[in-house]
């Protein structure tokens, strides 16, 4: 199967502004693309790359005073399969776990540990551990989170969804995250795009998607607590602890957004 995925945002900008961008198809991908996803400007300005803490390739630019739009179309080759599961996945005692998956099991910006630790041992202490252990947190967060684009919030953490029961996906899977984290499983925070493919019309416009991975039997597996079952034509983009780490545009200046476009789309 090939998808075709792509954005198009348009800013206006009263003066100069410098900016961060986490967009593009993951380097895991690298050997799945046929038409590289590659980020224009209009107008052009020159775009410096960079590698964050987490491996993830970013971009950096200065917008000029006026209107900018950033563009990306490419064609990615994928198996067409839904997300693997892997029912038998054993979660490791703590002193087991390699040492760069223990940042996966702290707190962070938006998955507040603390908060929720009294919480989740209430809540799955008596489930299975492993990949059955994780699947509850995922049941238990698509049933409390009503989902709507109304409900977003840029400053929504897992403790407020949690408490407020909504938000989108972001929220789904930052509550999730925290969840696994407190049960001693590690978990990270996945950006990137989602086709409806497989799935039934009418379907609504397109986005980027948010999921999480949980470190289980010695590999990361794909999760996601709001469609909470398998996807096919999921495209990563970037990894972090929670959302922060990972957003797909950080501008450092006073800026409208005109317009936003995301196309995940199956190419005959």
């Known amino acids: 199967m090939?998808?075709?995925?792509?954005?198009?945002?348009?800013?206006?900008?009263?003066?100069p502004t410098p900016m961060l961008m986490v967009l593009g198809t993951h380097f895991t991908r690298a050997s799945d693309i046929i038409v590289p996803d590659f980020l224009t400007t209009t107008p052009s300005v020159p775009i410096t790359p960079y590698r964050d803490l987490f491996g993830n390739w970013c971009s950096r630019i200065v917008a000029p005073a006026g209107r900018m739009r950033l563009f990306a179309d490419g064609l990615v080759r994928d198996l067409g399969l839904p997300d693997p599961v892997a029912a038998s996945a054993a979660q490791h005692a703590v002193e087991d776990l390699p040492a760069?998956?223990?940042?996966?099991?702290l707190g962070s910006r938006y998955c507040e540990t603390d908060r929720l630790s009294e919480v989740a041992w209430q809540l799955f202490a008596k489930t299975a551990p492993g990949w059955a252990r994780v699947q509850a947190i995922c049941d238990f967060v698509h049933r409390h989170i009503a989902f709507g684009y109304e409900h977003a919030r840029a400053t929504m953490t897992a403790w407020e969804a949690y408490n407020e029961g909504k938000g989108v996906?972001?929220?789904?899977?930052?509550?999730?995250?925290?969840?696994?984290?407190?049960?001693?499983?590690p978990?990270?925070?996945?950006?990137?795009?989602?086709?409806?493919?497989?799935?039934?019309?009418?379907?609504g416009p397109g986005d980027f998607a948010g999921w999480f991975e949980a470190y289980l039997g010695g590999r990361w597996h794909t999760f996601d607590p709001r469609n909470n079952v398998p996807r096919i034509g999921r495209v990563l983009i970037a990894q972090g602890r929670d959302a922060a780490d990972v957003p797909i545009t950080q501008t450092f200046g006073p800026n409208t957004l005109l317009g936003f476009k995301v196309w995940t789309d199956e190419v005959a």
């Open 169 to 185: 996906c972001r929220d789904y899977a930052h509550l999730a995250i925290a969840l696994c984290r407190c049960m001693n499983i």
């Open 100 to 105: 760069e998956t223990l940042i996966y099991l």
């Open 187 to 203: 978990a990270r925070y996945c950006t990137g795009y989602l086709s409806d493919v497989g799935t039934p019309p009418p379907w």
């Open 2 to 15: 090939k998808l075709r995925v792509g954005f198009e945002m348009l800013y206006e900008f009263p003066q």
